[in-house]
């Protein structure tokens, strides 16, 4: 079922501020409203130890709801899951290597423009659902599936970006 309510507040913020104030620049405000609320952030990654390469699987964090696509409890995560990354300018660019081609931080960070189904243009998150940019009604939980069977999950990347 989709959710169409939005639990980011994107209201009052300065217009189509993402196109001309630097990422470090940013309000706290405007640095969360960035997320588009793909939900590829919370899947589980596996690294190729060899060339560092990183590819996304299916298998969500255990906090992560398939139906909503947002965590399940974003408040409280860390005492749930320690290791999840609260991005910020700070730790953007050595999480680059990790985060999703469409990923609004890496998007700007990289100097590239937002997709039209970003929930600031397009004015609503369903977009990014609609553009089969997320993972909404897509993944499975981490403990159904053993980790390693984690490498018949893999999703190709970008999605939804043809
Ligand atoms: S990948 Fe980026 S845009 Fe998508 S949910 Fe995570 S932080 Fe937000
Ligand atoms: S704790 Fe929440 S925000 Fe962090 S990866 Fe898991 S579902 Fe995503």
Same mark, same amino acid.
């Given at each position: 079922?989709?959710?169409?309510?939005?639990?980011?507040?994107?209201?009052?913020?300065?217009?189509?501020?993402?196109?001309?104030?630097?990422?470090?620049?940013?309000?706290? &405000?405007?640095? #969360?409203?960035?997320?588009?609320?793909?939900?590829?952030? /919370?899947?589980? $990654? +596996?690294?190729?130890?060899?060339?560092?390469?990183?590819?996304?699987?299916?298998?969500?964090?255990?906090?992560?709801?398939?139906?909503?696509?947002?965590?399940?409890?974003?408040?409280?995560?860390?005492?749930?899951?320690?290791?999840?990354?609260?991005?910020?300018? &700070?730790?953007? #660019?050595?999480?680059?290597?990790?985060?999703?081609?469409? /990923?609004?931080? $890496? +998007?700007?960070?990289?100097?590239?423009?937002?997709?039209?189904?970003?929930?600031?243009?397009?004015?609503?998150?369903?977009?990014?659902?609609?553009?089969?940019?997320?993972?909404?009604?897509?993944?499975?939980?981490?403990?159904?599936?053993?980790?390693?069977?984690?490498?018949?999950?893999?999703?190709?990347?970008?999605?939804?970006?043809?």
């Amino acid at each position: 079922m989709t959710d169409t309510s939005d639990p980011i507040d994107r209201s009052g913020l300065r217009p189509r501020y993402w196109e001309t104030v630097p990422l470090d620049r940013m309000t706290q &405000k405007e640095w #969360e409203a960035l997320c588009d609320g793909c939900g590829k952030c /919370c899947l589980n $990654k +596996l690294e190729d130890e060899d060339t560092g390469e990183v590819a996304l699987t299916r298998i969500a964090c255990r906090l992560f709801d398939d139906s909503t696509c947002r965590c399940a409890n974003y408040d409280i995560r860390h005492q749930f899951v320690p290791e999840c990354i609260s991005l910020s300018p &700070k730790n953007i #660019e050595g999480s680059l290597y990790w985060l999703p081609e469409t /990923c609004a931080y $890496k +998007l700007l960070w990289t100097g590239k423009p937002l997709f039209d189904w970003h929930p600031l243009i397009s004015g609503t998150p369903d977009s990014v659902h609609a553009a089969g940019v997320s993972v909404q009604n897509a993944t499975l939980p981490e403990f159904e599936i053993s980790e390693d069977e984690w490498e018949d999950h893999l999703i190709e990347e970008p999605l939804g970006c043809d």
